[in-house]
């Protein structure tokens, strides 16, 4: 089946540690995308990706590094930078950066005490 | 720069009743605009979309229309039911990106 994975479903982490969430999808798309979801707001974009070895910061960057080696995989650091890092991300990608739409995965619950 | 605006939630509504859930736009261009359910501990899953001023998206008895004269994208189901119970969420895609609205908790009640 065709589609985005994101793991782990729930991560915990100390705080001051940087921690990697991945993600990764095979639906051949250009496109990637993180965004973060706080209780009861929308989604910010903190990162995206249009191709392969390019990646451009959203709206929430800081404090938040990613990669983009290989088209399927677009993994996220969340590092000590970060002040609340505590929140649910989720990872999209759609066929391409113009108007289409994006698909989404089951997110990664990020908790850090 | 682009953005949306929700009606604020939540919101609760017994079984059958009819269902609107308000979405407007600010964009350059001509977006294509979208609708998102959230159930809970998920990813987003894609509702509907329009594409262009006067389509009509539509999805599980879910109807969008994209009226570029109000810039609006407003959500309506004819008869709801429990299992609507999720979050919505109204989005627009412009250049590059996609931006959403704050979500709306719908609740429905048997």
């Known amino acids: 089946d065709g589609g985005i994975t994101q793991s782990p479903k729930y991560l915990f982490r100390k705080e001051g540690q940087n921690v990697t969430l991945s993600c990764e999808q095979n639906?051949?798309?250009?496109?990637m995308y993180w965004y973060r979801q706080d209780p009861g707001q929308g989604l910010r974009l903190i990162y995206y990706?249009?191709?392969?070895?390019?990646?451009q910061k959203g709206d929430i960057a800081e404090g938040y590094s990613v990669s983009r080696e290989k088209k399927e995989s677009f993994p996220l650091t969340v590092t000590s930078a970060q002040k609340n890092p505590t929140a649910f991300y989720l990872c999209?990608?759609?066929?391409?950066?113009?108007?289409?739409?994006?698909?989404f995965g089951q997110g990664t619950r990020l908790t850090v005490v | 720069g682009n953005s949306v605006t929700q009606m604020e939630g939540p919101v609760t509504l017994s079984e059958e009743a009819f269902l609107t859930i308000n979405c407007t736009y600010t964009?350059?261009?001509?977006?294509?605009l979208f609708w998102y359910v959230q159930y809970p501990g998920e990813g987003l899953q894609l509702l509907l979309k329009a594409t262009k001023a006067d389509d009509k998206g539509s999805n599980k008895g879910f109807e969008a229309t994209y009226r570029k004269e109000t810039t609006s994208f407003h959500l309506e189901k004819g008869s709801v039911q429990v299992s609507d119970s999720a979050v919505y969420f109204c989005a627009l895609r412009g250049a590059q990106k996609l931006v959403f609205g704050q979500g709306t908790r719908l609740t429905i009640n048997p």
């Open positions: 639906l051949n798309h250009d496109a």
């Open positions: 999209a990608s759609s066929i391409d950066a113009a108007r289409t739409e994006a698909f």
């Open positions: 990706s249009q191709i392969v070895n390019d990646f």
């Open positions: 964009a350059t261009g001509y977006p294509s």
